[in-house]
């Protein structure tokens, strides 16, 4: 792996990115073992931040008639239909992961996109001019442009109501707790006892979804325990910050912008002046 | 060769992982269009500093009218293109949009007092105007190599633009997009000089159009063959057939550049050619890499791969 940059490795982000004293980094757990797919947090999401409609959709896909996080779905819970002998729901709230190394905050152009002191990503929505750059730099799919309004929205870990001490709207919401909300090192802990729990109680699929502060995006701050692969919810299997590349990538271009001028000059170096002409 | 994606690679109702770029054609024009400002504002450079008055206008002005269309057409692809200005709060290394922005800022300023030099001539000689006609073709001079100082970083980070972004197809090309578009960018230039300069001058444009097309045509291939299942998408489809359009015009170009030594008409054509292999190369690179976005394989199965060869790199994965 590669060590410790702002760019990519393990850290706390929030004096990354310059609190000299913040409080504890918060995020989500989301235990999809006790999700009973009543999507309450859907709605209390839409609700506290008035996050419009999208009209009446039937995808034909499970209970899913939300179909991804979008600019105007900010948690989104996937149903999946498994016969493996036995018929089973797997039901999940996805969620923005509030990356350590968020690759959307990192090609923000404008300074629209910001670190809080909770360590989470928010969209400043009177900054944003929709350049869009964010959209396809997420490794999860998660921030999107809103039709008719222009800009790029997504979850603020409901960063107006965490700055006043009070749990997000959508762990508020959830009844059996499957959405946990909290300081992540605590979480974090909580997560390893309930993996641990579920593993001898006979479910060995149970594991955790980005946890790991080793992983390519330095650990998310929601993170999740899932009950099969990744790709199966629609989650990356291994994502990696774009970013980390990014380095190795400015070298490739001034490489190449070295291979520019040698082609100039070497195209008018060989040709007798016009002018000059005998 | 690449191997086709296995049967089994799981997704979600075969809905993409991550999001496709939401940009309109307008970008895949830009990469031509800021391509060419660059190409034209070194070709004006080596043209002045050789005396080639002819050649240097055509590059300065083009240099000019394609910057200006560039940014143009950065801003109408803005979801709020009111708040262009934004772009201008902040300059982030980590951004590539952002040191786009003020390379061609920078760039934009420099190329048009340069193009402004060419016209001093016709302003006229008495008063206030008269003193901006006397100091105009130095300025120019200065702006125009200014211009051309800056023109490989307006060349070449588009590359960068779209490789530093979860697009399969276009970040695992990160070795090879710059050099790729910076060839692109001297070829498209060159066809721009091929078509307006007389062929005395035109001898550096036409080592020009070979040296950058051979340069956007081994990048093109470099994409079709060497990124395993990421080059499907180069490949397949409108991209593919775009980028194969792209190799057949450039070639024929290429081919041009070398015979139309003595014939305007064939210089002229070949030009045409260049500037067409440019933008089908460009639109092909772009679609290509929405296409890798919108199937979920293009995202799954190469990290499924890295991340079996790594091994469980924690006890409750896998």
Redesign the interface.
């Known amino acids: 792996m590669d060590g410790t940059t702002s760019?990519s490795g393990p850290l706390d982000p929030a004096p990354d990115a310059g609190y000299p004293d913040p409080p504890p980094r918060m995020g989500f757990f989301t235990d999809t073992s006790v999700c009973i797919g009543c999507k309450a947090c859907e709605v209390a999401c839409k609700e506290w931040n008035e996050v419009p409609a999208t009209g009446l959709d039937l995808l034909g896909?499970s209970f899913?008639n939300t179909?991804?996080l979008t600019a105007n779905s900010w948690r989104h819970v996937?149903f999946?239909e498994q016969r493996r002998p036995d018929f089973r729901w797997l039901m999940m709230s996805d969620v923005c992961k509030h990356c350590t190394h968020a690759?959307c905050l990192?090609?923000?152009?404008?300074?629209?996109l910001f670190r809080t002191e909770f360590g989470t990503v928010v969209i400043q929505e009177d900054?944003?001019?929709?350049?869009?750059?964010c959209?396809?730099?997420?490794?999860?799919?998660?921030?999107?442009?809103r039709e008719g309004?222009?800009?790029?929205w997504k979850c603020t870990l409901c960063y107006d109501r965490v700055g006043v001490g009070k749990t997000p709207a959508c762990a508020q919401a959830c009844p059996t707790e499957s959405i946990q909300f909290g300081p992540l090192d605590e979480l974090r802990e909580r997560a390893e006892r309930r993996?641990e729990r579920l593993h001898s109680d006979g479910v060995p699929e149970?594991?955790?979804y980005g946890?790991?502060p080793?992983?390519g995006v330095g650990g998310d701050g929601a993170f999740f325990l899932l009950l099969d692969?990744p790709?199966?919810?629609?989650?990356?299997?291994?994502?990696v910050v774009?970013?980390r590349?990014?380095p190795?990538?400015?070298r490739?271009?001034g490489?190449?912008?070295?291979?520019?001028?040698a082609?100039?000059?070497?195209?008018?170096a060989?040709?007798s002046?016009?002018?000059?002409r005998s | 060769m690449s191997e086709p994606a296995p049967s089994g690679s799981a997704s979600y109702y075969g809905r993409p992982v991550i999001k496709a770029p939401v940009w309109g054609r307008a970008i895949p024009t830009y990469l031509f269009t800021g391509g060419l400002a660059a190409g034209a504002a070194l070709l004006a450079a080596g043209a002045d500093l050789t005396g080639r008055p002819v050649l240097r206008r055509t590059g300065r002005v083009t240099a000019a009218g394609a910057v200006g269309a560039s940014i143009c057409l950065l801003v109408s692809d803005l979801g709020r293109p009111d708040r262009f200005h934004h772009l201008l709060r902040v300059a982030k290394p980590t951004s590539p949009l952002s040191v786009g922005t003020w390379v061609i800022t920078a760039f934009g300023t420099a190329s048009g007092v340069a193009a402004a030099g060419e016209f001093a001539s016709r302003l006229p000689r008495r008063g206030p105007l008269g003193t901006l006609g006397t100091l105009l073709p130095p300025a120019g001079r200065v702006a125009g190599l200014a211009a051309a100082g800056l023109a490989p970083a307006l060349a070449t980070y588009t590359g960068v633009l779209l490789a530093d972004t979860a697009v399969p197809s276009w970040h695992e090309a990160y070795p090879h997009l710059p050099r790729l578009f910076g060839g692109s960018a001297l070829a498209s230039a060159a066809g721009v000089a091929l078509i307006a300069a007389p062929l005395a001058e035109a001898e550096p444009a036409r080592r020009l159009a070979l040296a950058g097309m051979a340069l956007e045509l081994a990048g093109t291939r470099t994409l079709e063959r060497r990124l395993d299942l990421l080059s499907e998408p180069y490949r397949n489809g409108r991209a593919g057939r775009l980028l194969r359009a792209g190799r057949v015009l450039g070639a024929a170009g290429m081919a041009g550049a070398v015979l139309g030594r003595r014939s305007r008409i064939v210089a002229a054509l070949s030009g045409v050619a260049l500037l067409a292999a440019s933008v089908a190369t460009r639109f092909a690179i772009y679609e290509a890499g929405v296409a890798s976005a919108t199937d979920p394989k293009y995202t799954v199965t190469p990290q499924r791969e890295r991340r079996d060869q790594r091994g469980p790199s924690s006890p409750h994965l896998g």
């Open positions: 760019l896909t899913d179909g991804a996937a999946v690759a990192d090609v923000c152009p404008t300074g629209a900054i944003c001019n929709g350049c869009g750059y959209i396809p730099a997420c490794p999860y799919g998660v921030v999107d442009q309004d222009g800009r790029a993996i149970a594991r955790l946890h790991d080793g992983d692969e790709e199966v919810y629609g989650l990356p299997p291994d994502p774009t970013t590349d990014l190795r990538m400015w490739r271009a490489l190449a912008a070295l291979t520019v001028v082609a100039v000059a070497a195209a008018f060989g040709c002046s016009p002018g000059r």
